[in-house]
């Protein structure tokens, strides 16, 4: 069965980086493309990161760009986000998702989700 | 401010049909880019409901339906139940943002 499995969270300081990994079981990662959603505490999702299939194309929200990178390693099936100069607003639940084949945008597998929290 | 605009909380008694709406604008929904909704029971991660405006995955009950037309969708669920209490969020592409947009997401209450 399809299993995405997140992880690297924890309690980082303002200013500081993380890496968050994503690995993927019970289907062929290299055919779909991943993304990474965040939902703050309390509240709604919020759309951080997503890549093609092969890694050819990264797109990053605006509040990211510039700080988070999205990568990928069929090899490994394994999905990352590195997070630099993080902020307090920062501070969410990460969670992986696999994109649906040829229905652009639809996540149709997530994590459980890793939590990221910066504060000093 | 979400660019997909919900209603924070719909309600129904069980039995019952509720639809939650999401209006967006020229540049996502208008723009006949596809709508997606998924609902996130309490502590768990979203799960996928509804793609492609009105596909549901397998597994997923006929009692969900999603509809859109011009710039607003709808979600409808009938034969409300129980386990259904959970919130719920719509999902797009924002041309003018370049950016895949969630809904602020609206709490459906099982009275």
């Known amino acids: 069965q399809v299993q995405l499995v997140e992880s690297g969270g924890g309690v980082v300081q303002p200013g500081t980086s993380l890496r968050l990994s994503c690995t993927a079981s019970?289907?062929?990662?290299?055919?779909?493309?991943m993304h990474w959603v965040r939902q703050a505490p309390g509240k709604g999702l919020e759309w951080v990161a997503s890549i093609w299939y092969d890694g050819t194309n990264k797109y990053h929200a605006d509040p990211v760009k510039g700080r988070f990178t999205i990568s990928r390693d069929n090899s490994k099936n394994t999905v990352s986000l590195q997070m630099n100069s993080l902020r307090a607003e920062d501070t969410a639940v990460y969670f992986c998702a696999r994109e649906r084949r040829n229905i652009w945008n639809a996540l149709d597998f997530w994590g459980q989700g890793t939590l990221v929290t910066v504060s000093s | 401010q979400s660019v997909l605009t919900q209603p924070p909380s719909v309600s129904g008694a069980p039995g019952q049909r509720v639809t939650i709406s999401c209006t967006g604008s020229s540049t996502n929904l208008g723009a006949h880019y596809d709508v997606h909704w998924y609902q996130q029971l309490p502590g768990t991660a979203p799960k996928l409901l509804i793609f492609a405006n009105n596909n549901r995955p397998s597994g997923v009950p006929d009692r969900f339906s999603g509809s859109k037309s011009g710039t607003s969708a709808s979600l409808a669920i009938t034969g409300l139940q129980a386990e259904d209490e959970a919130d719920y969020y719509c999902q797009s592409f924002d041309t003018s943002l370049a950016d895949v947009v969630f809904g602020g997401g609206t709490k459906l209450t099982v009275l």
């Open positions: 019970g289907f062929t990662f290299s055919s779909h493309g």
